[in-house]
Every structure is written in structure tokens, then in C-alpha cells.
């Protein structure tokens, strides 16, 4: 079990998220603002969305699924990913996850994760630009500071673009940079700091499959 949740940590992200009252600044709010205003009007504004879809799969068998959105509107680009798995793994698993991204001239301004297992809220984490740095806030109330800037390509943005020539990403969940090695054509590993790795394969610039590997299982994520 504790491998599938270190996969969702990555990989996965949330139907549901907190809707209690911000105590952030202003400017902090106008960011979560545009993130909620953008996914509310999708419909109006479908010619200028890019959605993707996958089937999460495990020993061949579906046993969930994932959606990503991205909008981009002047200079802003908005991503969210959703994500609801339900397997077995000595007791029965049930995981709803989100992570959501907004980049304001290219830089990230604004991410929210969140990942609930069957009813229990395992993660809740929020970054904000403040200044040169990002103030990142956990479900427990603790907060710190990551001097890692500007972050310009993170976990989302695998999604909807090919790493080409990049040989780095920021991790959201992680708060550090990981490592990018090509492996072959069109193909790309990234190692977690627990030592498991994601493999990532792209057609025309998109990732068509994600394999998720740990000593644990193998998780298989492929476009429809």
C-alpha cells in the first residue's frame, strides 16, 4: 500500500478540494481567482483548451482514470490534472487526487496538490510566489520557504509538452528539482528521491504513456 501512495504523489492529483476562507494576500488570492474562475467557464472557452485522457492501469486491468486541462489566456497558462483510482492491494484502495498549476509569463505563480485515500485527506499543499521564492503551505499548517526560482517546468507540464533539451523539473510535491535523462526517442526517466521512477513517452509532443515502476508494482498510464 505504501507504494501506491508514493506513486499518487506524483502522478496523481483530486476531485475535491478545501474550500475554507484564504488569510493570504491579496495577490495570493487573485492567483487562486484565476485558477477557479478559468475551470468554471471551460465550456465557454473549449476552443482554447487542450484536454487530455487517460486509463490508469495495473497488471492490465483499468483501474482508474486521469484528466488534464490546459488554457492559456494572454500570459497566463493554467493546467489541472484529476485523477480517481480504486484497486486492491491486501485491503481496498480508493484514491481521488488534483493538482492544479498556474504560470504567469512563464514562471509558476501558483500549485495546489491534494490526495485523499479512501477517507482519509493524505495531502493538502499549496505554493505561492512571494518575491524571488515560494512560499509553500502544508495541511498541517506548517510552512516553508523554497529559494528554488523562477520554476519555469514542473511535474504538469510533462503532460502537454516534450522535455526536449530540458535536463530538469521541479517537483511540487517533492520541493526540489529532479533529474530528466533521455532514454531513448522521444522517451524520458525521472528518478524520485525514493527510488522509484516514471518513464514518460511522447507522440507529436504529448505523452501518449506514463509507467510508473517501484518494488512495489507497476502502474501503467496510456492516452485514449
Given at each position: 500500500m505504501k507504494g501506491m501512495l508514493q506513486f499518487c504523489v506524483p502522478i496523481c492529483?483530486?476531485?475535491?478540494?478545501?474550500?475554507?476562507?484564504?488569510?493570504?494576500?491579496?495577490?495570493f488570492r487573485a492567483g487562486i481567482l484565476v485558477i477557479v474562475s478559468w475551470f468554471l467557464f471551460c465550456p465557454l472557452l473549449?476552443?482554447?483548451?487542450?484536454?487530455?485522457?487517460?486509463n490508469i492501469k495495473r497488471n492490465g486491468s483499468v483501474i482508474g482514470n486521469m484528466q488534464l486541462y490546459k488554457k492559456d489566456s494572454g500570459t497566463i497558462t493554467s493546467m489541472r490534472l484529476e485523477s480517481a483510482v480504486k484497486t486492491r492491494m491486501l485491503i481496498s484502495i480508493r484514491i481521488a487526487s488534483r493538482e492544479d498549476a498556474l504560470f504567469e509569463n512563464g514562471?509558476?505563480?501558483?500549485?495546489?496538490l491534494y490526495r485523499k485515500v479512501n477517507d482519509d485527506v493524505k495531502l493538502r499543499k499549496t505554493h505561492r510566489k512571494y518575491g524571488n521564492q515560494y512560499v509553500v503551505s502544508?495541511?498541517?499548517?506548517?510552512?516553508?520557504?523554497?529559494r528554488i526560482y523562477p520554476v519555469r517546468y514542473n511535474i504538469l507540464c510533462l503532460y502537454f509538452e516534450e522535455p526536449v533539451n530540458l535536463r530538469e523539473l521541479y517537483s511540487d510535491n517533492y520541493q526540489r528539482m529532479l533529474q530528466i535523462t533521455k532514454?531513448?526517442?522521444?522517451q524520458y526517466k525521472i528518478k524520485l528521491p525514493d527510488g522509484n521512477y516514471q518513464n514518460y513517452y511522447y507522440q507529436n509532443g504529448v505523452c501518449h504513456k506514463i509507467v510508473v515502476d517501484s518494488s512495489f508494482f507497476t502502474i501503467t498510464m496510456e492516452l485514449i
Open positions: 492529483f483530486v476531485h475535491a478540494v478545501n474550500s475554507g476562507k484564504s488569510k493570504a494576500p491579496g495577490f473549449s476552443a482554447q483548451e487542450k484536454r487530455l485522457s487517460y514562471i509558476l505563480s501558483y500549485s495546489y502544508q495541511k498541517t499548517g506548517k510552512t516553508d520557504t523554497v532514454i531513448g526517442q522521444h
